[in-house]
């Protein structure tokens, strides 16, 4: 295991399974604040992120406080010497470290999320918990491992 993937691994294993930080993946894309669009554009192609793990793309300062968020569509469109703290969507809906999988459901269904932010007490951005993630922790199986269709 790579040294980097090994140090993800070990601050996963810290949390307790049933809160946010141990459902999240650290596998998310967050740009610095102070990038242009064409400069954000240009750092996602550096990182080459699987397609499927691009839900959205995070904004943070230099210490990972998260500041922001981005779709790709705004970033696409952007003028591309456009600062994206002036077009990112500041009022990030987050969950703490702490939060219980029904609490991160219900977060991901009122606002209707693909994926929500898992933030300390600092709101530094620790990973992502997706819809599937937390969907498949409180969504009971039934025998063969199949869901059961809650109407």
């Known amino acids: 295991m790579e040294e980097d993937e090994a140090g993800d691994v070990e601050e996963l294993l810290a949390y307790r399974e049933d809160t946010a ?7 998310y894309v967050a740009v610095l604040h102070t990038l242009t669009a ?4 240009e750092r996602l192609r550096e990182l080459e992120p699987d397609a499927e793990s ?26 591309p010497e456009t600062k994206i703290r002036d077009f990112m969507i500041k009022n990030v809906i987050s ?7 029904r609490e991160v459901a219900a977060v991901t269904s009122k606002y209707n999320l693909l994926a929500v932010p898992v933030v300390d ?10 819809v599937d993630d ?10 063969g491992g199949r869901r059961r269709r809650i109407f």
């Open 121 to 130: 007490e600092h709101n530094r951005i620790h990973g992502i918990v997706t």
């Open 95 to 101: 969950v703490g470290l702490d939060a219980g999988p």
């Open 54 to 79: 691009v839900y959205y793309v995070y904004v943070t300062d230099e210490e990972e406080h998260l500041l922001g968020v981005l779709s790709l569509r705004d970033l696409i469109v952007a003028k």
């Open 21 to 27: 930080g141990g459902l999240m993946t650290t596998g």
């Open 134 to 143: 937390v969907m498949e922790r409180v969504m009971p199986a039934r025998a």
């Open 38 to 41: 064409a400069e954000a554009i």
